[in-house]
């Protein structure tokens, strides 16, 4: 299985845990994948989701490579990872990133669209896509900002500045480092289920900036940069 999916039992309430699961492909998703993932964003009915990857190596890569390669400019005007991931940040609960190892490129864009981020000592978080002729279209240049400011977005975005766990906190890109990310996500579920579930649903309204915009630009971008590829 690529991603696995467990009802989790707390003293506070339920969580659903989504693990992504191809360790031996730093966690890096298909399309099949991010299908499995859609399911279970779709189907979670607990107030807290937590997202975090199986192995001890990386968070997720991104998109994998092996798909990318025959990528045309029609496939980033229905960019699936971008639908997936607003599913994500659409979900009317509380979600959770945790964050063992690297998150690069569409996997630094998943755990932008989660609310929560907590990192692992050794977790780094990179944007490459400049580097290889892309942008980041899965939410890279439309949630980062928000999250770390603008300067600082355009910084891991056009010079590809690779961040540590460190710096990521510094900066606010995670909330939190810790020996055991995943630990400190279940005690975050935890606390959360103390608070009552509409205001926090209505709270996340209220906190989460409109994209639609800036996610179509980041489309219609992406399809411009593949279409050059193909021609190339």
């Excluded at 400011?149 to 910084?155: F, H, P, Q, T, Y």
């Excluded at 606010?172 to 005690?187: E, F, I, R, S, Y």
Aim: aromatic letters at 4%.
């Amino acid at each position: 299985m690529s991603l696995t999916v467990e009802r989790l039992s707390l003293s506070t309430g339920g969580a659903t845990r989504i693990l992504l699961n191809r360790p031996d492909k730093a966690n890096a998703y298909t399309r099949e994948m991010l299908d499995v993932l859609s399911e279970a964003i779709e189907s979670c009915l607990d107030p807290v989701l937590i997202l975090g990857a199986a192995g001890q190596g990386a968070f997720c890569a991104g998109a994998d490579l092996n798909a990318m390669k025959h990528a045309k400019a029609e496939d980033a005007l229905d960019l699936r990872s971008q639908q997936v991931f607003e599913q994500l940040a659409s979900f009317p609960g509380v979600s959770i990133a945790a964050i063992a190892g690297a998150a690069v490129a569409g996997g630094l864009e998943l755990t932008l669209a989660c609310d929560l981020r907590v990192a692992g000592p050794l977790a780094i978080f990179r944007l490459p896509e400049t580097g290889l002729g892309l942008i980041p279209a899965a939410g890279g240049c439309s949630r980062l900002p928000g999250i770390i400011g603008l300067g600082r977005a355009k910084e891991m975005v056009l010079l590809g500045t690779t961040l540590s766990a460190a710096n990521a906190l510094d900066w606010g890109l995670v909330n939190a480092v810790h020996a055991d990310p995943m630990a400190l996500a279940l005690q975050w579920a935890e606390k959360l289920g103390e608070r009552d579930p509409l205001a926090l649903r209505l709270a996340k309204s209220v906190l989460d900036p409109q994209l639609t915009e800036s996610l179509n630009k980041e489309r219609l971008s992406e399809a411009i940069l593949y279409g050059r590829k193909e021609s190339q």
